[in-house]
Each structure stands twice: as structure tokens, then as C-alpha cells.
T-cell receptor, first 113, second 109 residues
Framework: NAGVTQTPKFRILKIGQSMTLQCTQD?????MYWYRQDPGMGLKLIYY???????DKGEVPNGYNVSRSTTEDFPLRLELAAPSQTSVYFC????????????FGEGSRLTVL | GNSVTQMEGPVTLSEEAFLTINCTYT??????LFWYVQYPGEGLQLLLK?????DKGSNKGFEATYRKETTSFHLEKGSVQVSDSAVYFC????????FGTGTSLTVIP
């Protein structure tokens, strides 16, 4: 049971570089999310998607972009990386209906130097 | 709007002590409520959930009751173990998921 898979698990970027965090889920969930977690802090929603072709901004979308071309995949792109984007990024998914708990990936630790 | 307020930590307990982590919420309608646990270096895992008033969620000796009258969902465990050391997050699902800031628990032998 793969669940939610994120890659890479670790990455170091230089200021101004770009990269894409990959996320895929095999549970046929409609909803997918990207969160960031800063040291000692809770989760902040970056972007979310309610289905293929539909995305929307969360609490902290600046500096990020997403796309949702398939139900399974929800990549997060960082353009022009900045030190403020140093964080742990979590992808998550959930069903559209029912109690709809979130299923999380293991996280991607990004450091921007 | 929707929000979750969670007891601040860190919390340090001796093994076999009683644990309570307070969580209160503000929501429109009748949200589902959750407790998630994050072990060091890992992602968040669902610990327990409750979907309507007076429901009790339970798992691994942890319990929480959905109290609509007090808008609370406090997490309890009668006897904690060293392996329970983790960060605990209270959350609700309204139109989106809303998380508390997390409570770090350390259990010492």
C-alpha cells in the first residue's frame, strides 16, 4: 500500500534556483494538498486541489505554483528559491465525502542556502 | 470562520502518567474532528477521529470526545509510554482542514 508518495525526501537549493516537489497518491482521492511546516510550528496550507484541472491558493501561496493534470499527481513548483522557503513540505490527500481524514506523505525537507 | 486552538507545549511526563492535551475549536456547522500524531522525522498520521457530537474516538489507548457544548476535543491517555513521545495536532475539517499549532510530548522513563 503506497498511499501518498513524495520525492525527493531531502534537497538543498541555492538562492534563485527552481525545483519541483513531486507528489503522487494511489487511493483515487479527489482532494490533494501541499503544506509546509516550519521548525516548531504547525502546518500552513500552500495550495490545494479538489480534482484534476482545479487548484486554489491556501494561506501561503507566494513563491509556489501547482498543477493537477491527473487525479494521482500534484507537483509543487518553487520558482526562484529563497531562504524563507526552507521548510519541510508535506503532500496530503483525502476523499471528497465522508469523514475525510487526510493521508500524508513522509515529507520533503528543503534547505535554501 | 474555522479555527483550532491547542494547548501549548512542550509537555514532559513520566512514564505511566496521565495525559491531557486540550483542544478547542471554532467552526460553522458540524465539522469532523481529528487528532494527528507526528513522530520524529516522520509525516503526520491519523491517531483518532470523531464525526459528530458526543462521538468518542479512540486508538492505541488514546481517547477524545467531541463536545459540541464546549466546542472541545481534548486528547487523553491514562498511562503514557516512552514510545508516545511525539507532536500531537488537533484538526477539524470544514471546507478545508484547519490544524492547531501542535503540542510536543516527551515521556521520560
Amino acid at each position: 500500500n503506497a498511499g501518498v508518495t513524495q520525492t525527493p525526501k531531502f534537497r538543498i537549493l541555492k538562492i534563485g534556483q527552481s525545483m519541483t516537489l513531486q507528489c503522487t497518491q494511489d487511493m483515487n482521492h479527489n482532494y490533494m494538498y501541499w503544506y509546509r511546516q516550519d521548525p516548531g510550528m504547525g502546518l500552513k496550507l500552500i495550495y490545494y486541489s479538489v480534482g484534476a484541472g482545479i487548484t486554489d491558493k491556501g494561506e501561503v501561496p507566494n513563491g509556489y505554483n501547482v498543477s493537477r493534470s491527473t487525479t494521482e499527481d500534484f507537483p509543487l513548483r518553487l520558482e526562484l528559491a529563497a531562504p524563507s522557503q526552507t521548510s519541510v513540505y508535506f503532500c496530503a490527500s483525502s476523499y471528497l465525502t465522508g469523514p475525510g481524514e487526510l493521508f500524508f506523505g513522509e515529507g520533503s525537507r528543503l534547505t535554501v542556502l | 470562520g474555522n479555527s483550532v486552538t491547542q494547548m501549548e507545549g512542550p509537555v514532559t511526563l513520566s512514564e505511566e502518567a496521565f495525559l491531557t492535551i486540550n483542544c478547542t475549536y471554532t467552526a460553522t456547522g458540524y465539522p469532523s474532528l481529528f487528532w494527528y500524531v507526528q513522530y520524529p522525522g516522520e509525516g503526520l498520521q491519523l491517531l483518532l477521529k470523531a464525526t459528530k457530537a458526543d462521538d468518542k474516538g479512540s486508538n492505541k489507548g488514546f481517547e477524545a470526545t467531541y463536545r459540541k457544548e464546549t466546542t472541545s476535543f481534548h486528547l487523553e491517555k491514562g498511562s503514557v509510554q516512552v514510545s508516545d513521545s511525539a507532536v500531537y495536532f488537533c484538526a477539524l475539517r470544514g471546507n478545508q482542514f484547519y490544524f492547531g499549532t501542535g503540542t510536543s510530548l516527551t515521556v521520560i522513563p
